[in-house]
């Protein structure tokens, strides 16, 4: 079982930029990053992954917006992955938006991913 947790804050009024696949924020959900606080305030993730079986995973992740001056959101996480080979996996990730400020969403992904 692995446990992890983080913090991010933007400190002043300025959007921070997600640059390339989010950025370099450890707070990065599957689609809320620090971009989305949207000015000031801050970011606390939390989650926990759990391999069941060799190659098959199963993974809970939590994130908490805070924002200073537009209203707060949260997003949970929910993935399953599955590494069929050395190359070739499997993810379902299902994502869960509760936003103050914008809608509220609900997404479901699946990805097939192949390295080369």
């Known amino acids: 079982m692995r446990f992890?947790?983080?913090?991010?804050?933007n400190f002043d009024n300025g959007i921070a930029d997600n640059l390339y696949g989010g950025g370099p924020f450890v707070t990065s959900m599957e689609h809320y990053t620090v971009a989305e606080l949207e000015g000031k305030g801050d970011i606390i993730k939390g989650g926990?992954?759990?391999?069941?079986v060799d190659g098959l995973s199963v993974e809970v992740n939590y994130a908490k917006l805070n924002r200073s001056d537009l209203l707060d959101a949260r997003e949970i996480d929910c993935a399953l992955g599955y590494d069929y080979s050395d190359n070739l996996g499997f993810s379902v990730i299902y994502s869960d938006i509760e936003d103050n400020q914008n809608e509220d969403m609900k997404?479901?992904?699946?990805?097939?991913?192949y390295k080369f």
């Open 48 to 52: 926990l992954s759990y391999e069941l």
């Open 4 to 9: 992890n947790i983080a913090y991010n804050t």
């Open 107 to 113: 997404n479901l992904r699946i990805f097939a991913n």
